[in-house]
């Protein structure tokens, strides 16, 4: 299990899903031909073929006083549109556990956005009804998110749409804080915007001890972003705002020196962004 330590704070990676290849369909101008030519890529983030490396995983975030889970993947026995994520069978509570983190200990869910690998394990499923997995926690998410996903999917199909079997369920528990998108949860953790992706979608900043790093959601889905920061992603809100933001943080982590830790980044996951050959790349 990788894990990170930034001052007082550890983070740790949880796995559900690890792949190679069809990723065509999130980063459609990342061919083989251009991700062979980015040759930092391989064989970390990408094989010799120019097939990209990634991965779905929670992140676990231990600071003082506080157990915080980062965006909940795809969660089991879920009806998908992507074959591959649906009616998964996965231990991904038991390798929870086996970090540390009991589901019923852990007291914030914070949800970077709202989309389907980011919040199925917000719930599970007991006696055919989605209950919330994280009983004793408060699931934390932007206002502006929220109410954008509540409005668009009002008439989605209810069987096969995560807002619906993953995020409502909570809503309706109580367990729910809509939050500014600047929201600080405790000295060392707070939400920072980094929008495009979705129109409410937030980045995790972590300092403490001098020490910082930055989860990033999906403001970048994949190192090969760094050397093309144009590369945006099929499933962006607004394709001109996630490149704005890629070039600000980018540039704000190269002068900073922040660790970067990627949502769905492959092993080794995380690294710092410096500026080489007139680009931007993660070095591990």
Same mark, same amino acid.
């Given at each position: 299990m990788l894990s990170w330590v930034i001052g007082d704070v550890t983070v740790k990676r949880i796995v559900e899903i690890e792949s190679l290849g069809g990723s065509r369909?999130?980063?459609?101008?990342?061919?083989?031909?251009?991700?062979?030519?980015?040759?930092?890529?391989?064989?970390?983030?990408?094989?010799?073929?120019?097939?990209?490396?990634?991965?779905?995983?929670?992140?676990?975030?231990?600071?003082?006083?506080?157990?915080?889970? /980062? =965006?909940?993947?795809?969660?089991? =026995?879920?009806?998908?549109?992507?074959?591959?994520?649906?009616?998964?069978?996965?231990?991904?509570?038991? =390798?929870?556990?086996?970090?540390?983190?009991?589901?019923?200990?852990?007291?914030?869910?914070?949800?970077?956005?709202?989309?389907?690998?980011?919040?199925?394990?917000?719930?599970?499923?007991?006696?055919?009804?989605?209950?919330?997995?994280?009983?004793?926690?408060?699931?934390?998410?932007?206002?502006? &998110?929220?109410?954008?996903?509540?409005?668009?999917?009002?008439d989605a199909d209810p069987e096969r749409t995560p807002f619906h079997d993953s995020v409502r369920p909570v809503f309706e528990a109580g367990l729910v804080d809509l /939050?500014?998108?600047?929201?600080?949860?405790?000295?060392?953790?707070?939400?920072?915007?980094?929008?495009g992706h979705t129109p409410g979608h937030v980045s995790v900043r972590i300092r403490s001890k001098g020490e910082e790093a930055l989860i990033t959601g999906d403001f970048?889905?994949?190192?090969?972003?760094?050397?093309?920061?144009?590369?945006?992603?099929?499933?962006?809100?607004?394709?001109?705002?996630?490149?704005?933001?890629?070039?600000?943080?980018?540039? &704000?982590?190269?002068?900073?020196?922040?660790?970067?830790?990627?949502?769905?980044?492959?092993?080794?996951?995380?690294?710092? /962004?410096?500026?080489?050959?007139?680009?931007?790349?993660?070095?591990?």
């Amino acid at each position: 299990m990788l894990s990170w330590v930034i001052g007082d704070v550890t983070v740790k990676r949880i796995v559900e899903i690890e792949s190679l290849g069809g990723s065509r369909f999130i980063l459609p101008q990342a061919t083989p031909e251009a991700v062979r030519a980015i040759g930092w890529l391989a064989p970390q983030f990408a094989d010799e073929a120019g097939k990209l490396k990634m991965s779905i995983h929670a992140l676990l975030i231990e600071a003082p006083g506080r157990r915080i889970i /980062v =965006d909940t993947c795809i969660g089991n =026995d879920k009806v998908r549109d992507v074959p591959a994520w649906s009616g998964l069978k996965t231990g991904f509570l038991e =390798d929870l556990a086996r970090a540390g983190a009991p589901r019923e200990t852990v007291d914030k869910v914070l949800c970077t956005h709202l989309h389907v690998d980011h919040v199925g394990w917000n719930t599970m499923k007991v006696d055919g009804c989605w209950i919330p997995t994280f009983p004793n926690a408060r699931y934390l998410i932007a206002r502006s &998110e929220f109410e954008h996903w509540q409005t668009t999917e009002r008439d989605a199909d209810p069987e096969r749409t995560p807002f619906h079997d993953s995020v409502r369920p909570v809503f309706e528990a109580g367990l729910v804080d809509l /939050v500014p998108l600047d929201h600080v949860i405790c000295p060392e953790v707070s939400l920072e915007p980094t929008l495009g992706h979705t129109p409410g979608h937030v980045s995790v900043r972590i300092r403490s001890k001098g020490e910082e790093a930055l989860i990033t959601g999906d403001f970048t889905h994949h190192p090969c972003q760094l050397a093309h920061p144009e590369w945006a992603s099929s499933f962006d809100f607004d394709a001109a705002a996630s490149t704005q933001t890629r070039l600000r943080v980018y540039q &704000e982590m190269a002068a900073s020196g922040a660790l970067m830790i990627g949502t769905h980044f492959a092993p080794p996951t995380a690294g710092r /962004v410096v500026r080489r050959d007139g680009a931007w790349m993660l070095e591990t």
